[in-house]
Structures are given as C-alpha cells and as structure tokens.
C-alpha cells in the first residue's frame, strides 16, 4: 500500500485481524488503478468457508462472503515472494 509513491508501512496483525500503518494509503498505483472503479481487492486469506478477506483502497481489510458480486470488488493475481540469497 502506498501514499504519495512511498510505502505506507503496513503491518497485519493476524490476532486481532487488523491492519496498521505508518501513513494511511491512498488509491495509488501500481496496485490500483486510479481511473477504475475498483476499490476493493479480495485478498488472499479466508476467514472461514465462507467468508474471505478484502482490502480496500485505503488500507482496511474486512471480511466479505466469497459470493460477494460488487461492481467495484475485483481481485489481482499475485505469486508468492521468494526471498533470494
């Protein structure tokens, strides 16, 4: 997440199911595209079996039901991160 091309120093709190950040993000590329009407992105981790997360342009995260069909909630194919030595 970003604001004003910096990172925005997130960090998820897995316990309480909340995230923190140093800056609050803002709807900035290259995650989002400032000209769509996307503003929520599913993200990868489920709640339950029939909820999962979403994360929002401005940096919350709140659990939707997978059958969630909003114009503006869409999703980015993401790999994992492989730290190389």
Not at 25 to 52: F, H, M, N, R, V
Request: hydrophobic share 35%; glycine share 8%.
């Amino acid at each position: 997440m970003m604001l004003h091309n910096e990172n925005a120093g997130g960090f998820w709190d897995a316990k309480t199911e909340k995230a923190s950040y140093e800056k609050i993000p803002d709807k900035e590329t290259p995650l989002w595209d400032t000209y769509s009407q996307i503003i929520y992105y599913w993200a990868q981790g489920e709640t339950d079996s029939d909820q999962a997360y979403i994360v929002v342009y401005n940096g919350g995260v709140f659990k939707r039901y997978k059958n969630a069909t909003y114009g503006y909630l869409s999703f980015r194919a993401v790999k994992p991160f492989i730290k190389s030595d």
